[in-house]
């Protein structure tokens, strides 16, 4: 068959195909007015709730999200008698659906002991050079005066001094790494 007679029947045969209706074309969008009940900011209404209820299941303080060119931001205050808010407006539809409160975190004990305290903001050192042993060890037994840990402070290296005698019960600083005025560097038992 010439391919001029091909065309011509592939043209009469698309022809003769009845168009689908427009609304039922693959991938139309949805009318304004019943897109707007269903899309925030960007954002499809049943994953917001999904956000603020994973919010609310884990206890976390905040979450931001960022994500092709949209973003939404969930908090929960559990000052405020555990209410969350969200930096994006929810429409009238999840109103309806109010969100329970937060369950209210449990509260953290202090570690008992007593603690030596960074006097400066440096960076914390367990031994005296790169390649010798830490100064002191969990478990071990310190005495008054007995040196525990270097900061370095403005290129000097000041050595922190225990303050009370007893057993060195933690290590909260990793060493070589900054340290506030203040932070807690060890716990130690009295004896």
Do not use: W
Not at 62 to 78: D, F
Not at 92 to 97: C, D, G, S, T
Not at 110 to 129: C, D, Q
Request: charged share 20%; glycine share 8%.
């Amino acid at each position: 068959m010439p391919r001029g007679a091909e065309r011509k029947k592939r043209a009469r045969a698309g022809r003769s195909a009845p168009k689908p209706p427009r609304a039922a074309a693959a991938g139309a969008e949805t009318p304004p007015a019943e897109k707007a009940d269903h899309v925030v900011a960007g954002f499809q209404l049943h994953e917001l709730e999904r956000l603020i209820s994973l919010v609310q299941s884990t206890g976390i303080g905040e979450l931001e999200l960022n994500s092709g060119g949209r973003s939404v931001r969930i908090s929960a205050s559990p000052s405020n008698g555990g209410s969350l808010h969200a930096a994006v407006a929810v429409p009238a539809a999840a109103a309806a659906h109010p969100a329970a409160p937060a369950p209210a975190p449990a509260p953290v004990e202090p570690p008992a002991g007593k603690a030596i305290v960074s006097p400066m903001v440096g960076t914390f050192y367990r031994s005296p050079a790169p390649d010798a042993d830490p100064f002191v060890e969990v478990g071990d037994v310190i005495e008054v005066g007995q040196t525990v840990c270097i900061i370095e402070a403005m290129k000097l290296m000041n050595e922190i001094e225990a303050e009370t005698k007893g057993r060195v019960a933690q290590i909260l600083v990793d060493n070589a790494q900054p340290v506030e005025f203040g932070q807690k560097l060890f716990l130690i038992d009295p004896l």
